[in-house]
């Protein structure tokens, strides 16, 4: 019998609040995320707040600076085995924030590389998903993913790639982010040096090896939600990276969750955010799932 869903409600402190600090941890947090559709172990590979993005939607502040500028694989790796245990044994249920949502605290969905940047930016992208793999097998942890959630933007380095073959051994799945159909729209949403064909085709070749999951944000510029021609545009990229044999696994679309650094950035509606994710199935006819 297949698993009820789960409906993680945007009101929750635990889904509001995704803080990447977590009592005296350094590199691991955890969140309730609704994408993960339960509980998520976040690893910061970006405490340095290194990005390659200057997204109008992102929490992170990066006037104030990260609080270490290099990641210790075994302080990481510890830490990340620590939380796991907290978590199996019910201490994180009794925490503030998590207290409100007990029953998800104890079934870890996913170990998600994420933080305070883009993670395929560090030079050791394949020894953080080895220690991360190790550390997940020594738990049983066997149906738990290992996640990528990426901008895409590093996806054709050559230690990134050989990360992913270490993440398909290893029940991995990357997220990639693609926020817009054209590169006017991607520049005033995602504000990035990093060309959009570069993205375009780093997500598409990735896709050939290995299914992802498309990770879309939709929201209101100014009080003005993505045009109707901007997502055709952006349907058609969906049906470009098909058409040259990427596997979509599934789209995530989702919208504001917590407070950004622009005040001009705003979430949507349910149902609006519900009408642009009917849109994409009927002109991808790809599964498509939407988190408000």
Not at 68 to 84: F, G, H, P, T, Y
């Amino acid at each position: 019998m297949a698993e009820a869903p789960i409906h993680i409600r945007s009101s929750w402190a635990a889904v509001q609040d995704h803080s990447r600090h977590f009592a005296d941890f350094t590199f691991v947090y955890p969140v309730i995320s609704r994408r993960s559709r339960g509980l998520s172990i976040g690893i910061n590979l970006n405490p340095d707040k290194v990005c390659n993005f200057d997204c109008v939607y992102c929490e992170v502040d990066r006037r104030v600076p990260g609080l270490v500028s290099r990641v210790d694989l075994e302080q990481m790796k510890d830490e990340l085995v620590a939380m796991i245990r907290f978590a199996k044994d019910g201490g994180l249920a009794k925490e503030p924030k998590f207290d409100e949502v007990p029953w998800l605290t104890r079934d870890i969905k996913d170990i998600a590389f994420s933080g305070d940047g883009e993670p395929t930016m560090i030079a050791n992208f394949a020894q953080c998903v080895a220690a991360v793999a190790e550390a997940k097998k020594a738990e049983a942890l066997e149906r738990t993913k290992i996640v990528l959630i990426t901008d895409a933007a590093g996806l054709d380095k050559a230690d990134v790639r050989a990360g992913l073959e270490l993440m398909d051994a290893n029940n991995g799945e990357v997220w990639a982010k693609l926020d817009a159909g054209t590169e006017a729209y991607y520049q005033q949403v995602n504000r990035s040096h990093i060309f959009y064909e570069r993205i375009l085709k780093n997500i598409t070749t990735t896709a050939q090896s290995h299914p992802v999951v498309i990770q879309s944000l939709f929201l209101k510029l100014h009080g003005s939600a993505m045009s109707g021609i901007e997502l055709a545009a952006y349907c058609g990229r969906l049906n470009d990276i098909v058409a040259a044999g990427g596997q979509i696994r599934e789209v995530h679309a989702y919208t504001l969750a917590r407070p950004t650094t622009e005040s001009y950035a705003s979430r949507l509606s349910a149902e609006e955010l519900n009408t642009i994710a009917a849109t994409i199935r009927e002109r991808t006819g790809l599964k498509v799932a939407a988190f408000d």
